[in-house]
Antibody
Framework: QVQLAESGGGVVQPGRSLRLSCAAS????????MHWVRQAPGKGLEWVAL????????YYADSVRGRFTISRDNSKSTLYLQMDSLRAEDTAMYYC???????????WGQGTLVTVSS | QSALTQPPSASGSPGQSVAISCTGT?????????VSWYQQHPGKAPKLMIY???KRPSGVPDRFSGSKSGNTASLTVSGLQAEDEAEYYC??????????FGGGTKLTVL
């Protein structure tokens, strides 16, 4: 079965960096685009970024463009999110999600919590 | 990109039907048939319930249905059951490889 497992979250000071990982299994990772979606505590969902099948095309929400970088290693079936210049407002649970053929998010991981605080 | 607009709460008794609306613009909901709905129980990851406006993934009960008219999409839950109590989010493709979510609706089964 499809499984997505995020890791790498933690407490980090404002202005510092953090890299999240998402290990995928149960499907052919290189056949799917992958998203990052975040959810601030007690708040709704916010799309963060998308990377296409081979990693050649990447897209970002305005709120993170220029600070976050999405990437993937298809040989390791792993998705990444490099987060630089972190701000307090980046505090959230970060989910990786698979993109289906209809632009929906069809499978989600359990999330990894990022807290940006001094 | 602005978030889609959902009512903060909805409720119904067991066995009843409830509809949750999701309003966007011609740049998202009105422009594409890529509306999806997600169910999220407390402390859990979201789960896809409806995609492409009205299609159900395998395993989702047919009590869940979706529709769209103009810039507004709707999720209807028929024959409410206790386990349907959760937060529901709509989402839409919003051009130029952007996606937007609604603010969420807390569904309470009375």
């Amino acid at each position: 079965q499809v499984q997505l497992a995020e890791s790498g979250g933690g407490v980090v000071q404002p202005g510092r960096s953090l890299r999240l990982s998402c290990a995928a299994s149960g499907f052919i990772f290189s056949n799917y685009g992958m998203h990052w979606v975040r959810q601030a505590p007690g708040k709704g969902l916010e799309w963060v970024a998308l990377i296409r099948l081979d990693g050649s095309d990447k897209y970002y929400a305005d709120s993170v463009r220029g600070r976050f970088t999405i990437s993937r290693d298809n040989s390791k079936s792993t998705l990444y999110l490099q987060m630089d210049s972190l701000r307090a407002e980046d505090t959230a649970m970060y989910y990786c999600a698979r993109r289906d053929a209809y632009s929906a998010f069809d499978y989600w991981g359990q999330g990894t919590l990022v807290t940006v605080s001094s | 990109q602005s978030a889609l607009t959902q009512p903060p709460s909805a409720s119904g008794s067991p066995g009843q039907s409830v509809a949750i609306s999701c309003t966007g613009t011609s740049s998202d909901i009105g422009g594409y048939n890529y509306v999806s709905w997600y169910q999220q129980h407390p402390g859990k990851a979201p789960k896809l319930m409806i995609y492409e406006v009205s299609k159900r993934p395998s395993g989702v009960p047919d009590r869940f249905s979706g529709s769209k008219s103009g810039n507004t999409a709707s999720l209807t839950v028929s024959g409410l059951q206790a386990e349907d109590e959760a937060e529901y989010y709509c989402s839409s493709y919003a051009s130029s490889n952007n996606w937007v979510f609604g603010g969420g609706t807390k569904l309470t089964v009375l």
